[in-house]
């Protein structure tokens, strides 16, 4: 079966940093995505990674190594409204994206 | 604000019921995707249409329905409500059918009683 996994809760306190892991089993990958969802609202595109690497984007930074089947998200400078659920999910062969639980990240002043 | 439009926001109804919701993509975009979320649940996908064409299908109970109009908005019909349908249900649109993010609507909230 396919298998996405991502830490339920973090907790991570303001002007850090913290890296949320994924890990995932996919019949066949074609790029894995993360999102940010504020409780209630919709989910938000951060990243894309189809090859393995680092990519950053300001405040944020996404990892990818398909070898091994595992990626993080890596946000620095943690600010309060970076509380929020992040989810991880992967396309596969048929492009259909597999979606993670995401991780609820609690950031405390 | 992504661009992507869903009506209503909100919507109570009963058991045994049926509702709709709808759903208009960015403009440009072909291909609309139906998700369901439950209360601190994750997203589970429910159909994806790309330029009128049911494309693929997720967790969709066979009491769920959507199609596609030519325009590109989308309708997601929900029949005989039952406690448990009660959720978040959001639309997203992408304008490729692969390797292209989603943008999502704000959702609509869905309380059956």
């Known amino acids: 079966g396919q298998n996405i996994d991502q830490p339920t809760e973090m907790t991570a306190t303001e002007g850090a940093i913290v890296q949320i892991n994924c890990t995932y089993q996919?019949?066949?990958?074609?790029?894995l995505f993360w999102y940010q969802q504020h409780a209630g609202e919709a989910p938000t595109f951060l990243s894309y990674n189809v090859l393995d690497g680092l990519e950053e984007k300001g405040r944020f930074s996404s990892f990818l190594s398909r070898s091994k089947g595992y990626s993080y998200l890596l946000l620095k400078e943690l600010q309060m409204k970076d509380s929020a659920s992040y989810l991880c999910a992967v396309m596969d062969s048929n492009y259909q994206l597999i979606w993670g639980a995401g991780t609820k990240l609690i950031i405390k002043p | 604000d992504s661009g992507v439009t869903q009506t209503p926001k909100h919507l109570i109804t009963a058991t045994g019921q049926r509702v709709t919701l709808r759903c208009s993509p960015r403009s440009g975009d072909l291909s609309v995707y139906w998700y369901q979320q439950s209360l601190d649940q994750g997203l589970q996908f429910l159909i994806q249409?790309?330029?009128?064409?049911?494309?693929a299908k997720g967790n969709i109970l066979e009491r769920f329905s959507a199609q596609q109009f030519p325009d590109l908005h989308s309708e997601l019909n929900l029949s005989s409500l039952e406690l448990g349908d009660s959720a978040l249900y959001f639309c997203?649109?992408?304008?490729?059918?692969?390797?292209?993010?989603?943008?999502f609507g704000p959702g609509t909230r869905l309380t059956v009683t």
């Open positions: 997203a649109s992408s304008v490729e059918r692969e390797y292209s993010e989603q943008y």
């Open positions: 249409y790309y330029n009128g064409e049911e494309r």
């Open positions: 996919t019949s066949g990958f074609n790029g």
